[in-house]
């Protein structure tokens, strides 16, 4: 069952469109990850499903429901990870969750019983009455996490939940998601961790210059990518790379290492590339430049990200 359902969306900010017809569903129980540059659209679009900001056109449903920044019944289904720490550090971790608890309307017993739940699903019983100011990086980031979580959302809003974290914290988070997940809650994980995306999420939206410009199972987008098959060499002589133009391509790494790159297409078939390996081996032999290593770069999300967007550094 779709707990949210997102149309068209649009928002523009004087002249700049920011986002532009995204469209996209969340189920009960998925993580979906949403993934793009920076300034692609993201944390607009995670604003507006928030009820943060209102959509310039588009619908936005949660359980069947029409959606707008006003509906306070609606927003209650809603649970947001912001990626700045949104905790009180001069007050302990325990009166973090009293608080935001009481933000949500929630009181007495049952407020107890959430903020000692939490507690306990976050890793920070030992730390409940220590000020957060005195935790580091991942403690903050599990507090920031578990904030969100005291109303029982049905659908909650990840943004760059372990960034700057320890590797520990980061397990840790990665298994409330999904423990989350298998209570049924509906999860949007806006990452630039692709790692992490490919290891939580099943399906996943792209979004650029905001469109949307890749949507499916992660497993389905890995097929429309080819991999590389990389021969590290030494310095091409001989006019090498006149001779393998169109068939491979040289990259210098970081660490002087001479790379040629045979791109292979997701329809290529081994035959075919390995035909191609082997004219490329043979103008090797012949131009007596040294073949030192050879591998295969897998298709990964990273690649994909990379492929459909570009390595140019977005601000």
Known sequence: MAVLEVSELRKSFEDLVAVD???????????????????AGKSTTMMMIAGLLRPDGGEILLEGHHFAPEDRELRHLIGVVPQDLAIYEDMSALENLLFFGSLYGIGGQLLKDRVEETLHRIGLVDRAHDHSGTFSGGMKRRLNFGAALLHKPHLLILD???????????????????????????????????????????????IDHGKRIAYDH???????????????????????????????????????????????????????????????????????????????????????????????LRD
């Open 21 to 39: 017809g995204v469209s996209f569903e969340v189920n009960a129980g998925e993580v979906f990850g949403l993934l793009g540059p920076n300034g």
């Open 218 to 312: 992660i497993s389905n987008l890995l097929g429309q990518v080819g991999s590389d098959v990389r021969l590290r060499i030494s310095p091409p002589q001989n006019g090498l790379m006149e001779r393998l133009k169109g068939k491979a391509t040289l990259q210098t790494t970081a660490l002087n290492e001479n790379l040629l790159i045979i791109n292979r297409l997701p329809e290529q078939r081994n035959d075919d590339l390995r035909t191609e390996l082997n004219d490329v081996l043979k103008e090797i032999e012949k131009s007596n430049v040294q073949l030192r290593g050879i591998d295969t770069e897998e298709p990964s999300l990273e690649k994909l990200f990379l492929d459909l967007t570009g390595k140019s």
């Open 160 to 206: 760059e939940p372990t960034v700057g974290v320890d590797p520990q914290s980061r397990s840790h988070l990665l298994d409330c998601v999904r423990d989350l997940m298998k209570e049924g809650v509906a999860i949007i994980y806006a990452s630039h961790y692709m790692e992490e995306v490919e290891a939580i999420c099943d399906r996943v939206g792209i």
